[in-house]
């Protein structure tokens, strides 16, 4: 029997109303890829939008206007999911969602500063992996 070459560890997670520290810190131990949703009460596996099937093995540059929203949806369901449609209707494809930029996604696609942040988070994660 093989043990798993991946070891339980701590993660931070900033929960506003669950958290009895001043800064609203809560530590709790995770395996990877998992996270505690404060309105939840089980843990939830993160999707790992790098190796995604629909996507795997597919360079970014190559996807289409509909690519780009699946992955979208699928990079944080909660917070990106409801601007999908705005990729769509942008004709968003790989090559110009690698272009995108906080400023741009905010001005022209409506999204506000935290989603924006947080999609392009993702998409760095896309450069770097490719």
Known sequence: IMASQYQTKPSYIYRSNSCSTPIGLCRQVSSPATFHDGNRTALTPLPDVGEGKRLSGKDPSNWGVED??????????????????????????????????????????????????KLCYHIDRLRQNR
């Not at 699928?74 to 004709?91: G, I, M, T, V, Y």
């Not at 969602?97 to 924006?116: D, F, H, I, R, T």
Request: hydrophobic share 50%.
């Open 68 to 117: 780009v929203v699946w992955f979208i949806k699928e990079a944080d369901p909660q917070a990106l999911a409801p601007h999908a449609e705005a990729f769509r209707k942008h004709e968003i494809d790989g090559d110009a969602l690698l272009l995108l930029k906080s400023e741009m996604m905010m001005k022209y696609l409506g999204l506000k500063l935290g989603p924006a942040l």
